[in-house]
C-alpha cells in the first residue's frame, strides 16, 4: 500500500515538471548561490525542491531546497577538513536504510523517483551528506558527551515500551505554515525554556495552542507509550514530572509536551507497532463529516463513502509506526481501531484519519551497548545545531 503511495506522489510531481519543463530547461546549470568556494547551482536546487515534494516536506519547496543544500555544502566542507570519507558500504547502508521507510528497496525507491524526474545522485547526494555531517558531529563531540548509567536505565525503559507503559502528558501545539516554519520554532523554543509546572503550561496552551485540547489547557488522557513514534516517546519519558519537552517539529506545525505522570507495569512485553489507518480528503463541512463518521464504524465502510470520488481522496496505509509522519502519528495515538479524527487540513480539505488496526510485533530487547550509542546520538543531536551555526557565521555566502 505504501509503494501506491509513493507511485501517486511521484505521478503527480512528474506532471508538474513536464508543465514547467521549457522553464526549467533555462540556465539549470549556472550557479545559484556561492557557499565559500563550493557552488550550487540551479538544477542542483530544482532537483531537491523536486525531491522534497515527493517527500511532502512542509514549507515553500524551493525556499527549503536552497537552505538545506546550503547547509549541506557547510557540512561537506567540515567533513572534508576534518578528513572525513564516506566507505561505499557506509553509503549503500544509509541509501538502503532511508528507502525502507517506504517500504521499498533503494533500486525501487531510485525508480519511483525517476517517474519524477528526480536523477539518482539527488538521492544520492541527500544520504551522503546528512551521513557525512553524523560522523563530523561524532569526531567533534564524542569526547565531551557524558553518560551516566542512570542515562542508560532510563532509555531502556523508553526503548522497551511495554504494552501497560502509560504517560499522562499535556500538548501545546503552534501551527507552523508554510514560510513560517522558523518563526514557529522560535515561538516554542522560548516557551520550552521559559515554562515550569503544569498550571504555567497549561495557561500558555489556552493561549497559544491550536489543538482541540487548548481549552482544557492541553490536558491529554492517559496514552500508551507504545502509540507514540519511539523518538517522541523517549522525549517525553525522560522528562520530570511538570518539565516541557524541547519542541518537536511535524508537519505544519511545533508540539510541546509536559510530562503529568507515568504508569508502568513491569510484567509487560517489550513490542514494537505497525499500524494501519485510512486517510479520507473530505470537504471542510461539519455537517458532512458528521454524516460520513456516522455511517463509517471501521475502515472498510470509508471505501463506499469514496465511491465515484478521485482516487487519492482515500488511501489506506500500513506501516511501522516509526515511518508514520508525526502529525499523523500523534492523532492516531489517541485513536481505538474504527475511531477518526478530523484535527488535520491539507488543501482546503478536511484529513478524515481513521485507525484500521494495530499489530503489536515482539522484538529483542536491546542491549546496553546499543542503548548507550541510541543515548550518544540523541545528545550530539543537541549538540549538531550549535555547531551548523558556526559554521553559518563563519562562512562566505553570496549570489552570482
Not at 40 to 55: G, W
Not at 100 to 128: H, M, W
Not at 382 to 399: D, K, T
Request: hydrophobic share 45%; charged share 25%; glycine share 6%.
Amino acid at each position: 500500500m505504501r509503494v501506491s503511495v509513493l507511485k501517486r506522489q511521484a505521478t503527480a510531481v512528474a506532471l508538474a515538471l513536464a508543465l514547467a519543463a521549457p522553464v526549467l530547461a533555462q540556465d539549470l546549470f549556472t550557479p545559484r548561490l556561492y557557499v565559500n568556494d563550493r557552488v550550487i547551482t540551479n538544477y542542483e536546487v530544482e532537483q531537491r525542491a523536486l525531491f522534497l515534494r515527493v517527500l511532502r516536506a512542509p514549507g515553500n519547496p524551493e525556499e527549503e531546497a536552497l537552505k538545506a543544500l546550503t547547509e549541506d555544502r557547510l557540512r561537506q566542507t567540515e567533513a572534508e577538513r576534518l578528513g572525513l570519507r564516506l566507505t561505499e558500504e557506509e553509503l549503500t547502508s544509509g541509501l538502503t536504510e532511508f528507502a525502507s521507510r517506504a517500504n521499498l528497496t533503494v533500486e525501487q525507491f531510485v525508480e519511483e523517483l525517476g517517474k519524477a524526474g528526480i536523477a539518482p545522485e539527488t538521492f544520492r547526494d541527500f544520504v551522503a551528506a546528512g551521513l557525512l555531517w553524523r560522523q563530523a558531529v561524532r569526531a567533534r563531540f564524542l569526547g565531551q558527551v557524558p553518560i551516566s548509567e542512570n542515562d542508560i536505565d532510563r532509555a531502556l525503559e523508553a526503548s522497551a515500551r511495554p504494552r501497560a507503559l502509560q504517560v499522562l502528558a499535556s500538548e501545546l501545539v503552534i501551527p507552523a505554515p508554510e514560510g513560517q516554519e522558523e518563526a514557529a520554532m522560535e515561538q516554542a523554543q522560548e516557551l520550552s525554556d521559559t515554562l515550569s509546572g503544569e498550571a504555567a503550561f497549561a495557561s500558555a496552551a489556552r493561549r497559544y495552542s491550536a489543538a482541540p485540547t487548548a481549552g482544557a489547557g492541553g490536558r491529554l488522557d492517559w496514552l500508551p507509550l507504545a502509540n507514540l513514534p519511539a523518538a517522541i516517546g523517549q522525549k517525553i519519558l525522560a522528562l520530570d514530572a511538570g518539565e516541557v519537552s524541547d519542541p518537536i517539529a511535524v508537519p505544519g506545525a511545533v508540539v510541546l509536551f509536559l510530562l503529568r505522570d507515568v504508569a508502568m507495569d513491569t510484567k509487560a512485553e517489550p513490542i514494537a507497532v505497525n499500524v494501519e489507518w485510512a486517510e479520507f480528503l473530505v470537504p471542510n463541512d461539519a455537517a458532512a463529516i458528521a454524516q460520513i463518521l456516522a455511517e463509517s464504524d471501521e475502515c472498510n465502510d470509508l471505501y463506499g463513502q469514496a465511491s465515484g470520488l478521485p482516487e487519492d481522496r482515500l488511501t489506506v496505509t500500513k506501516s511501522a509506526l516509526e515511518a508514520v509522519p508525526g502529525d499523523v502519528a500523534l492523532e492516531l495515538a489517541r485513536l481505538d481501531p474504527g475511531e477518526a479524527s478530523t484535527a488535520l487540513t491539507r488543501g482546503g480539505f478536511r484529513r478524515l484519519l481513521m485507525l484500521c488496526g494495530r499489530e503489536q510485533v515482539l522484538e529483542p530487547a536491546p542491549t546496553r551497548d546499543q542503548i548507550r550509542e541510541q543515548v550518544i546520538n540523541q545528545k550530539l543531536e543537541g549538540m549538531a545545531e550549535g555547531y551548523l551555526e558556526e559554521l553559518r557565521s563563519a562562512a562566505f555566502i553570496r549570489e552570482p
